[in-house]
């Protein structure tokens, strides 16, 4: 298992009074990046958009689905004695590697409520989940494809390995920042630039706004506004 240190406690108050789209374009703006990279895909969707913002550091697992056989314990318990290591706030950041995401959940009001009290804020699944009324009545994340309504005999394994969620690496450790927009993953080294970086972006956005619904606007105008053709 990879690791980053985890950031500092003002670091994490500013990222969650930003939209993760606001992130997104000022990580752009910093080029640690291909832009094609660096956030989780639609497919994985925010279930309680009216939480707000979710940030915390990764702890990654993939989940199965042991179908005919006895579920290997080990998994589960690893998971929760990394979790208690950890410094919070953390994410759980789940792989579905059943092959059938639509057919298991791989947590509920119980997971959550131990995951909680382990130092964790929300889980993020290519999978499904259940629980949903309970979960959103605690103020934990659910991000996910759907709810499934059993939890058939899934089994947790590997424990803190990198992961694919949606055509994103997700590794132990990283930034993860999500809300209604979907997940960014946040780079350690971005974050002393950062600030400088969304303040340029909420500059710029405002400026395009304040004159697209000015009485001056005209297309030409604003093609050369941004410089296009230049």
Request: glycine content about 8%; aromatic content about 10%.
């Given at each position: 298992m990879t690791s980053s240190p985890s950031p500092a406690?003002?670091?994490?108050?500013?990222?969650r009074g930003i939209d993760s789209p606001t992130v997104a374009n000022a990580l752009e703006?910093?080029?640690?990046?291909?832009?094609?990279?660096?956030?989780i895909g639609g497919s994985v969707q925010c279930a309680f958009p009216e939480l707000g913002t979710m940030v915390g550091t990764a702890l990654t697992a993939t989940v199965d689905n042991a179908v005919g056989?006895?579920?290997?314990?080990?998994?589960?318990?690893?998971?929760?004695?990394?979790?208690?290591?950890?410094?919070?706030?953390?994410?759980?950041?789940?792989?579905?590697?059943?092959?059938t995401p639509t057919r298991v959940a791989y947590a509920g009001e119980i997971m959550v409520a131990l995951a909680s009290r382990l130092g964790a804020v929300?889980?993020?699944?290519?999978?499904?989940l259940r629980d949903v009324a309970e979960v959103r009545a605690k103020g934990?994340?659910?991000?996910?494809?759907?709810?499934?309504?059993?939890?058939?005999?899934?089994?947790?394994?590997?424990?803190?390995?990198?992961?694919?969620?949606?055509?994103?690496?997700?590794?132990?450790?990283?930034i993860l920042h999500g809300d209604a927009n979907g997940i960014v993953v946040v780079p350690g080294e971005?974050?002393?630039s950062l600030r400088d970086a969304v303040e340029a972006?909420?500059?710029?956005?405002?400026?395009?706004?304040d004159f697209i619904d000015s009485p001056e606007f005209t297309l030409d105008g604003y093609k050369e506004m941004r410089g296009y053709g230049a």
């Open positions: 406690e003002s670091d994490l108050l500013y990222l703006r910093l080029e640690l990046r291909d832009r094609s990279e660096g956030y056989r006895s579920v290997r314990q080990h998994g589960y318990w690893d998971l929760w004695t990394t979790l208690e290591r950890m410094e919070g706030p953390v994410v759980i950041v789940m792989k579905d590697a059943s092959g929300g889980i993020v699944t290519d999978g499904a934990f994340h659910y991000f996910m494809r759907q709810p499934v309504v059993s939890h058939a005999n899934f089994e947790l394994s590997k424990i803190g390995d990198p992961v694919f969620i949606d055509g994103q690496l997700v590794r132990t450790g990283d971005s974050l002393p972006i909420r500059a710029a956005e405002r400026r395009d706004l």
